[in-house]
């Protein structure tokens, strides 16, 4: 039997925090193993506890939840942070990508999307919210629409390889293990194809490869017991690039 994900949750408001503890209680797959009530503590209990998810508020005091989560990745752990806020703005879901979190959950998200997500970012996957992807491809990126077409067919079939396994979510370990590349290798091809299509980081390769279709924007339609009517659904769950409305609500 796996063990369970070990799961550091971190807000400024204590009856937030109670309340989240409340819904994971009775999850065995997960366990709450630490507190924090500002961006430095959470540092400094993911560096003293080494939880496996980092549940990251992003207004707190003292150390904002971005640069908690920059200090905390920088410490090259194998700990992941989770973004959990209200907050549903392009340019705040933009910056913690770049500040490397693996998902961002929305605080009105049903508990089973918070467990979901906790469950695909554990495994390596990346999470958004079907609302906070809906605003991450709302505006073109520079080698979108207007130049994205040339752009692409100058790309080589390894180049389009790679950028579909990066917009899925995937690490570059993980791309040159399924490739059979080295590291090394994959990372050149991401900078060449990055250079091509005038991307400077994951968030835009995301909302690039949504614009182009070469990832799948959650579907409208769903089967079986209706989601919440602020989500959208995604009949087919993928290994990568997740958004909320994938698994049904309790």
Known sequence: MKGKVRVLLCDDQTLFREGIKAILKDELSIEIVGEAANGRQAVVQAQ????????????????????????ILQAKTNTKVLILTMYEEEEVITRCLDAGASGYVLKDAPRAHLIHAID????GGQYLSSRA????????????????????????????????LLADGMTLKEIAVRLVLSVKTVDAHKTNLMRKLDL??????????I????????????????????????????????????????
């Not at 400077?200 to 490869?209: G, L, M, Q, T």
């Not at 959208?232 to 990568?240: A, L, Q, Y």
């Open 200 to 209: 400077h980081d994951r968030s835009e390769v995301i909302k690039y490869a």
């Open 133 to 164: 992807l809906k605003k991450v491809v709302k505006r073109p990126v520079k080698g979108g629409k207007s130049t994205g077409a040339t752009s692409y067919e100058r790309l080589s079939d390894r180049e389009r390889e790679v950028l579909k």
């Open 211 to 250: 614009q182009r279709k070469l990832i799948r924007l959650p579907s409208l339609k769903t089967e079986g017991a209706p989601t919440p009517p602020s989500e959208v659904g995604d009949e087919t769950p993928k290994p990568g690039l997740h958004s909320a409305a994938e698994p049904q609500p309790d």
């Open 120 to 123: 695909v970012v554990n495994r």
């Open 48 to 71: 003293r506890l080494h939880p496996d998810i980092v549940l990251m508020d992003i207004a707190m005091p003292d150390l904002s939840g971005f640069e908690a989560t920059h200090r």
